[in-house]
Nanobody, 124 residues
Framework: QVQLVESGGGLVQAGGSLRLSCAAS????????MGWFRQAPGKEREFVAA????????NYADSVKGRFTISRDNVKNTVYLQMNSLNPEDTAVYYC?????????????????WGQGTQVTVSS
């Protein structure tokens, strides 16, 4: 059974940082590209960042470029999202997702498995 478990969310002041983690089990992690998405109240789920299965290729939403960094550890079966210079517009539930492909896709429909999400709240 595939499980993706996010952690690291919380409440932070504007300008602060958080590091999200997503631990994967039940799949061959190194065969999957991984993505982070987020959903704010009343809004659709949106792409944040993605990394290909060997970690050599990444994609970012324009809104987070230069502030967020996605990385992965194929030994620990974990993908990370380092978030710096957070602002209230980053407040959302953050989800990680796994995609059995070579490419780090930006569309949610490409992803096969999803975690339950972790809440990130940025206060002004």
């Amino acid at each position: 059974q595939v499980q993706l478990v996010e952690s690291g969310g919380g409440l932070v002041q504007a300008g602060g940082s958080l590091r999200l983690s997503c631990a994967a089990s039940g799949l061959t992690f190194s065969r999957y590209s991984m993505g982070w998405f987020r959903q704010a109240p009343g809004k659709e789920r949106e792409f944040v960042a993605a990394i290909n299965r060997i970690g050599g290729g990444t994609n970012y939403a324009d809104s987070v470029k230069g502030r967020f960094t996605i990385s992965r550890d194929n030994v620990k079966n974990t993908v990370y999202l380092q978030m710096n210079s957070l602002n209230p517009e980053d407040t959302a539930v953050y989800y990680c997702a796994a995609d059995l492909s070579v490419v780090a896709f930006t569309t949610a429909s490409s992803y096969n498995y999803w975690g339950q999400g972790t809440q990130v709240t940025v206060s002004s």
